[in-house]
């Protein structure tokens, strides 16, 4: 046993936002963190979520024991359909979380075959030579855990996604003590969630926005509209609280809304008031001040319920000059563009919208700032470090809180490590190791094959930056050749007067191209597209430096 390794393997979420997925390895022994998904840039078009490629777990599928899970965050269960398309792997989570992953798996149709084992904090599940033991952690959704992972060489404390709320709404403190016992007795290894570093200081607690959701209450005379995250269970209950105080009835308006309040409530993680709801087709009969709507979409998703009410277009919800909408959720970056379109149109409907930063505050952080991680450095004392979670630039800077720690307590290394880098760990010490294969898988989930391969996304964005161009030929299939000059078809390649010119000419290079073949060549198409496309690629991008998709098309008559 003494000569195996312990390998850190991060699969995505390093180096990069979402994805998270973390194998950890000893010997031949598996176990995997998280398996997230993101959503993709801009210049993705057409993809609808982006994963890790899991093709490490698949090559070694024999060897994973399970997949353990922090919470129930896209970014940390939204690609474990995908994984388990590949490999079969028990789930291990809380009550809340295997919830929203049952409900994800419903809609891959693989629930039936999926074997998933519930745990709560406190809880110890071994697979292999890994103990696991769960400890609660405070974020911005329920039944957060992390991981103390105990291994032949040491114990891992991996945090999960967190912030040390000393004042939760449920009551359930963080477990500071668990992490403080496992400090003293020792830490091999520490990886901590590295998202909010660069902010000083604390993150405020939950319980800071409920004056600001108050004013809001006493405030608004009209329809109180409030967009926050489905995932928000904390600050939905204390909507619903305050509706009650305020004497309004709340509706619940959105797919993903519906769906998590219903989750939360069945496993008692959320107090509804009895008579307080509202059914979506009573929501325009009751009087706006007495209406409380919650509506999922904050960040302008485009067919998110909040956007189609930005545009008129909801079934159940109409704005109307003097409602209120409160966005209580940050602007993610890369959204800002999506969610001010969206306020505009609220805006031009006549409602009052309140959003961003302010005191007191709409929306609060459910990730740990400096002072909170420090804390955690401290409390744990782990003889290696590897931040996690985050851009290059935030683990750069959650490595530089960790310096302290090297003279005081023991930290022998930090390590800096981006998906696919993997850490060695031995008795003699830890180092980089060889990097594995890793990279991200694009899903269309409206395509027949739901994997976009790379080729495809390039033809789509060469489409949208240069447009395309259609030659069709029509040749005599006795005589060899043309049937009059070629027609040209195009879109968005040029505008119909820019191009009648060069089409005009583009029609002469083909007809040329087709006379000077030989009679063989013009009797195999598959040549005679290739030299046709060559030809009108050289002469397009001279005439007018653009470089359009050109697919000849030959019609035999």
Same mark, same amino acid.
């Given at each position: 046993m003494s000569d195996k390794k312990l390998q850190i393997i991060p699969l995505g979420g390093l180096g990069e936002f979402g994805m998270n997925s973390m194998a950890i390895r000893y010997g031949d022994d598996i176990i995997v963190v998280d398996a997230g998904m993101m959503f993709p840039d801009d210049e993705l078009l057409g993809v609808d979520i982006v994963t890790p490629d899991f093709t490490y777990l698949e090559q070694n599928a024999s060897k994973v024991r399970g997949l353990v899970l922090t919470h129930g965050h896209e970014d940390h269960i939204g690609g474990i359909p995908f994984l388990l398309g590949q490999v079969q792997v028990p789930i291990y989570g809380t009550a809340f979380t295997l919830a929203l992953v049952e409900r994800r798996l419903e809609e891959h149709e693989m629930l039936n075959d999926a074997v998933l084992h519930t745990v709560k904090p406190g809880d110890k599940v071994v697979l292999g030579p890994f103990s696991i033991e769960f400890i609660h952690v405070t974020h911005s959704t329920v039944s957060c855990v992390a991981l103390a992972i105990t291994t032949p060489l040491g114990v891992i404390i991996h945090t999960g996604d967190f912030k040390v709320d000393p004042t939760p709404t449920d009551n359930l403190l963080f477990d500071l003590h668990t992490f403080a016992e496992y400090g003293k007795r020792g830490v091999l290894l520490l990886l901590s969630d590295s998202t909010n570093v660069d902010r000083p200081g604390y993150t405020e607690s939950e319980r800071a926005v409920r004056p600001r959701l108050e004013?809001?209450?006493?405030?608004?005379?009209?329809?109180?509209?409030?967009?926050? *995250?489905?995932?928000?269970?904390?600050?939905?209950?204390?909507?619903?609280?305050?509706?009650?105080?305020?004497?309004?009835?709340?509706? *619940?308006?959105?797919?993903?809304?519906?769906?998590?309040?219903? @989750?939360?409530?069945?496993?008692?993680?959320?107090?509804?008031?009895?008579?307080?709801?509202?059914?979506?087709?009573? @929501?325009?009969?009751?009087?706006?001040?007495?209406?409380?709507?919650?509506?999922?979409?904050?960040?302008? %998703?485009?067919?998110?319920?909040?956007?189609?009410?930005?545009?008129?277009?909801?079934?159940?919800?109409? @704005?109307?000059?003097?409602?209120?909408?409160?966005?209580?959720?940050?602007?993610?970056?890369?959204? %800002?563009?999506?969610?001010?379109?969206?306020?505009?149109?609220?805006?031009?409907?006549?409602?009052?919208?309140?959003?961003?930063?302010?005191?007191?505050?709409?929306?609060?952080?459910?990730?740990?700032?400096?002072? %909170?991680?420090?804390?955690?450095?401290?409390?744990?004392?782990?003889?290696? *470090?590897?931040?996690?979670?985050?851009?290059?630039?935030?683990?750069?800077?959650?490595?530089?809180?960790?310096?302290?720690?090297?003279?005081?307590?023991?930290?022998?290394?930090?390590?800096?490590? %981006?998906?696919?880098?993997?850490?060695e760990i031995d008795r003699e010490g830890a180092r980089k190791g060889e990097q594995v294969a890793v990279g991200r898988v694009c899903i269309d989930s409206g395509s027949l094959d739901e994997v976009v391969e790379d080729i495809v996304i390039r033809d789509r964005r060469h489409l949208s930056e240069d447009g395309f161009v259609l030659p069709i030929i029509a040749i005599n299939k006795h005589t060899g050749r043309s049937e009059g000059l070629p027609e040209i078809v195009s879109r968005g390649f040029m505008s119909l007067e820019e191009s009648a010119t060069v089409i005009q000419d583009a029609r002469l290079v083909v007809m040329k191209t087709l006379d000077n073949s030989t009679t063989e060549e013009r009797g195999d198409w598959g040549v005679m597209q290739e030299k046709i496309r060559g030809d009108l690629k050289r002469f397009l991008t001279k005439q007018t430096s653009r470089r359009p998709l050109i697919m000849p098309v030959i019609l035999e008559v």
């Open positions: 004013d809001l209450f006493v405030r608004s005379d009209r329809r109180l509209i409030i967009s926050c *995250f489905s995932s928000s269970i904390h600050r939905l209950q204390q909507i619903l609280d305050l509706a009650k105080e305020h004497g309004r009835k709340v509706a *619940f308006r959105g797919r993903s809304m519906n769906t998590t309040t219903e @989750i939360a409530h069945d496993l008692g993680l959320l107090t509804i008031p009895n008579g307080i709801l509202l059914r979506p087709q009573d @929501i325009m009969q009751t009087a706006p001040s007495k209406l409380a709507v919650v509506v999922s979409g904050t960040q302008g %998703e485009p067919m998110s319920a909040l956007s189609r009410v930005a545009v008129d277009n909801h079934k159940s919800l109409t @704005i109307q000059p003097g409602d209120t909408v409160a966005l209580s959720a940050r602007i993610i970056p890369g959204n %800002e563009k999506a969610i001010y379109r969206m306020m505009n149109h609220l805006a031009r409907r006549g409602a009052d919208i309140v959003y961003g930063s302010m005191n007191p505050p709409l929306h609060v952080s459910g990730h740990g700032c400096a002072e %909170e991680l420090r804390l955690i450095l401290n409390l744990v004392r782990p003889r290696f *470090f590897v931040p996690v979670h985050g851009e290059y630039r935030q683990l750069a800077r959650h490595a530089q809180l960790a310096q302290h720690l090297s003279h005081s307590s023991g930290l022998e290394a930090t390590f800096l490590m %981006e998906s696919g880098d993997t850490l």
